[in-house]
């Protein structure tokens, strides 16, 4: 089994910067693309990141390029979102999610962390 835990979120005023942290643990043979998504109350859940395998390739929502930065460190696996200049409309639950097949499986699974709450106050 995997798991996938968040940390690093928290109350923050608007402008200023939180990094979060995603660390995916159990029966894990490889991680593909690793990314982070937000969910705002009433809202649906929106692609805030993503990482290819090797870090070598970022997407970002629109809403947050030149604030956002994704980073991820295999040796850990560990996938960081560094968030900079914050402004209250980023205040939402923050999710990671790995792309990543489990030992003795054969197929590509998604696995979700149980998000890390971000409040940015005005």
């Known amino acids: 089994q995997v798991q996938l835990v968040e940390s690093g979120g928290g109350l923050v005023q608007a402008g200023g910067s939180l990094r979060l942290s995603c660390s995916a643990s159990?029966?894990?043979?490889?991680?593909?693309?690793m990314g982070w998504y937000r969910q705002a109350p009433g809202k649906q859940r929106e692609l805030v990141a993503t990482?290819?395998?090797?870090?070598?390739?970022?997407n970002y929502a629109e809403f947050v390029k030149g604030r956002f930065t994704i980073s991820r460190d295999n040796a850990k696996n560990t996938v960081y979102l560094q968030m900079n200049s914050l402004k209250p409309e980023d205040t939402a639950v923050y999710y990671c999610?790995?792309?990543?097949?489990?030992?003795?499986?054969?197929?590509?699974?998604?696995?979700w962390g149980q998000g890390t709450q971000v409040t940015v106050s005005s």
């Open positions: 159990g029966s894990i043979d490889s991680i593909n693309t």
């Open positions: 999610n790995a792309h990543l097949i489990s030992i003795g499986s054969w197929g590509l699974e998604i696995s």
């Open positions: 990482i290819t395998s090797g870090g070598d390739y970022a």
